[in-house]
């Protein structure tokens, strides 16, 4: 399984040729670096929640185009893709085969953003390897112990970095992988991942640091 990254929590997962598309929101597209034909080849899509740094639906719709992808979200996203227009199919809770990916669909809870009402907003297990917590860092989550690579929140308005580290060190996984630093300049991430990869150096978890559009890690 190939996870590539594109700026921010949009995230491409391959296997056998089929590609899932996950939360391209506006932070990806906001500079013009990457382009929703980037995204011509994808197979389907999920976004988790509607916050616009993981839904952007003018790109959307290029990409649906593009693709002729399914889209998959759950009830409040789904409200936001009908008033654009936008075909989709609706994310229960629960497993799911999506092609070669088996999806454990769930509700986690956003962090507290200020002024800001809580998304409701689905997590994800995927192929039993992967943990998605989205923008949650929720004890419920410590269920996945263990779990082979963790996508991590890295840097966010809504949390601090002992408290992210704090959580990633309850879970254990094997791998961390960071996600949600749109916020920040290259030299400020790396300057974080650094951080962090020191941090997680001392209990045997890798930390995959990775800045350019389109970086992938590969998970057996």
Excluded: W
């Amino acid at each position: 399984m190939k996870i590539s990254k594109y700026l921010h929590s949009c995230l491409v997962f391959k296997e056998d040729g089929y590609k899932l598309l996950i939360d391209p929101g506006k932070f990806t597209f906001a500079e013009g670096i990457v382009k929703p034909e980037h995204f011509a080849d994808v197979n389907s899509i999920i976004i988790t929640h509607i916050h616009p740094d993981h839904l952007d639906t003018e790109n959307l719709t290029i990409i649906a185009k593009l693709s002729g992808a399914s889209i998959l979200a759950n009830e409040q996203v789904g409200e936001k893709l009908t008033e654009a227009n936008i075909p989709f199919e609706l994310l229960c809770n629960g497993t799911q085969q999506l092609g070669p990916f088996k999806l454990e669909a769930f509700t986690v809870v956003h962090e507290l953003i200020l002024d800001n009402p809580l998304p409701l907003m689905t997590g994800l297990l995927i192929n039993d390897k992967v943990l998605h917590p989205v923008d949650s860092i929720e004890d419920s989550l410590l269920k996945y112990k263990g779990v082979e690579l963790l996508l991590m929140v890295t840097m966010a308005p809504f949390t601090t970095e002992p408290r992210i580290a704090a959580f990633a060190d309850k879970l254990q996984p094997k791998q961390i992988l960071p996600v949600h630093d749109g916020y920040a300049k290259e030299f400020f991430i790396k300057q974080r991942y650094q951080a962090y990869t020191k941090h997680f150096d001392k209990q045997g978890i890798k930390f995959h640091q990775i800045y350019q559009p389109g970086d992938s890690i590969t998970i057996a």
